[in-house]
């Protein structure tokens, strides 16, 4: 018995081996992309993983803009050239539904039955009408979230409180996402948002980990955190309660119906929960770059006041649509800016077939079946021919603007959200509706000496933290207005 049991586990090891030694040794094929040279045993990982962006910034400048790299065992072709992203977005062959599965498996503990036609359902869920209903719910969750950070019962003082920026963003934005994700649940709950967002900070920990494959019990801090995240409302008492959001509820129906369980709607959820910690983190960054620019802070503060002004009624409510929202230039900007910079995500594909893979530029490149396809988008938003100054926050650089590559003007400058991210238009108003809550209720400003600096070794997030929170002041407005939402 013993014998038969070494026996199996030797040649397990073996298989592993012989596995590892043929993805070292495979010959390149005619056509297919330049393989970068890196280290024997986990090629070039450890140099990606140190500084991505200037790392691939250095291929590029050897191997041209489409160019292969081993990341320890896997082979993954990295397209530089930014107008060749819808070709590679549309390639039938490059399909991210295995992707997908790899995070919700590795990362969330369940798999989707048809994820693509249940993508397709649910994305509907926060569009059109369903977006404004999102929002309505959205709006007020905030503003009772920003009444809770009025000192003294809402009786206005002019002292100023002291305040972690992450920790006001998670009692106000990511107050009013999880609440109106999840229905109102009350603060003291084992499932409250201030809990989420603790058990959010130590599991997003071993994301990149996780996700590549290691298993979970290899850290016990994370499976302890995971338990609190799933700690959940069970799914009928979701679908029982009016303010549960469309989207989860959608999705509850829509996997009962294929005959999946709880478990895996809890885990679900728990994604929906994961792609809002991207705006709570979006508006830390938002707020930050703003505040450390007094020009920037200035400007964006005077264009939403004014509009905030221009709309005001008798009963100090500015009711504004989407529309209103997003016309805001300078708000827009300050926005994009921040997406461009505090983008951390890899738009991945795999490849499901040899394909010739024509780029912008008409030049053909073999991608091989099994292998994975990607474009990077940080090394896009970084590229100094793009970006005049690319590591610089400039609020004002989208207004009216145009970005060109080869002397060619690029149709979508920023792609933190990839090419088929179905909450784009939601999560950006979310955001916009945020800062123009922030700035028009709360003075804000950071405390001398306070730098926030970005977690570079979180890339592979759609967004990045920062490695330490900043210190800022605030002080709520002795006089503001209401703000509501309006569906047109
Ligand atoms: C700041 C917030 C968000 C960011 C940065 C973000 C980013 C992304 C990115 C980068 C992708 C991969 C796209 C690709 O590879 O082409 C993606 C996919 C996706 N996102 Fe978002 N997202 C956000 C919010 C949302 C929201 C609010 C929803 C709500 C529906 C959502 C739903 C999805 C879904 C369902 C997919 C998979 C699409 C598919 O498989 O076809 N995301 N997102």
Redesign the pocket.
Known sequence: MLAAVILVCLATVLTVILLFAASIFRKRRPGEPPVVAGSLLWGSAADFSRHAVNFLHKCRSVYGDVFTLRLVNQYITIVMDPHSIEAL?KERNFD??P??KQVNWNVFNFSLVE??KM??D??R??RGTYMKRGMTSYVDNLNMACDDMHPDNNNVTEEWAAEGLRDFAAKTIFDALFNSIFGRQQSSATFSSQKVYENFEVFHEYFNYLWLGVPKKCFPAAMKALGGLLAQPSADQLLAADDTCD?IKNAIDYMRLHGQSDSDIKGHNL??LH?????F??AFWAINHVLEDPKAHEALVAELREAVDAKVDSDNLATFTARDVEDLKILDSVVQET?RLA?G?????YITKDTQFEDSNGKTHLMRQGDRVA?Y?PAIHKDPEIFDEPTVFKYDRFIDATFYKNGKELRNPV??????????R???L??KWYLLTAFTRFDLRLQPGAKAEYDYRYHGH??LPPVDDVNIDYRPRSEFARLDFASE
């Open positions: 977005s991210f539904d992707i997908q994820p693509k993508i397709k649910t994305g869920t926060v989207y994604v929906y792609v809002n910690y991207n705006t983190r979006l997406c983008s995500v890899f738009m991945v594909r474009i988008p792609i933190a959200f990839g090419t088929l991210c179905p909450g784009k939601y999560a950006l979310q955001l759609e967004v």
